[in-house]
């Protein structure tokens, strides 16, 4: 009866190396174990995490400064019924602010085009044509500014989950050779390279998911504003070629004031 007690009491057969195989599978026992493969894809990881926050962030306060000023630039520039108080403006609005480089753009082409008249650039394009050009380049020079940054984020989105796969891999690679040299597939002998495995895969997931959500947001966001500058620069190309706007109901300044 008392041998049956003692052998109750004792812990299970294995118990104590089991439990020391699963400490191996922590991030601070893997991070000291790493090869020069795991070191590099680890180190990629995180650069591309670093990356990913620099410009979530970035186009965050780029979108948002741009949203909240925007309908203040155009109502502003329509009202102003001096031109150089609206040409000031305009010049007095940061460079991130996209609307405002588009008006001026539209001006200047427009004084441009009135101090050439009798050339041969005239003859070469009427004035519709010529702020037309100008307009169509701005716009596309603006909306390219929006874009910096969304190639990163939909790489680092499309990418991530491949190159943890790849420490997934090779974490699985290693326990097959364990297993190979020690000759039995035990607990001690594959933790620490599974839990490599485990762990490259989540960090890959938790990079590529943010920088996915934040792609598709931004690309949402932008397209809004896209559709503002075709509004915008549709406006501006009616008042500058013919001098009032098509739209009725929206206050045009006088066309002394854009001449």
Known sequence: MQQ?????SLPPPGGGNNAQAMSQMGFDHLIHNFDVVGWVVFITLVLMS???IY???FNLIRNTMVRSRMDRVIHT?????????????????PKSEPFSKIALDAAIAAQHHSRHEGSR????LNRSEFIDRSLRQAVARESMRLEGGLTVLATVGSTAPFVGLLGTVWGIYHALIKIASSGQASM????GPVGEALIMTAVG???????????????RSNRLIYARFDEFAHDLHDFFAIGSRVDANAPAA???ARK
């Not at 650039?121 to 070469?124: I, M, P, T, Y």
């Open 205 to 219: 997931l938790f990079v590529a998911i943010p920088a996915v959500l934040a792609y598709n947001f931004y690309v």
């Open 50 to 52: 670093v990356l990913s």
């Open 121 to 124: 650039l005239v003859e070469a």
């Open 77 to 93: 520039f329509w009202e102003t019924p001096s031109a150089q108080e609206a040409i000031r403006f305009l010049e007095e609005q």
């Open 4 to 8: 049956d007690a003692s052998s109750a």
């Open 254 to 256: 006088p066309a002394a």
């Open 188 to 191: 001690e002998a594959v933790a």
């Open 55 to 57: 410009f979530i962030i």
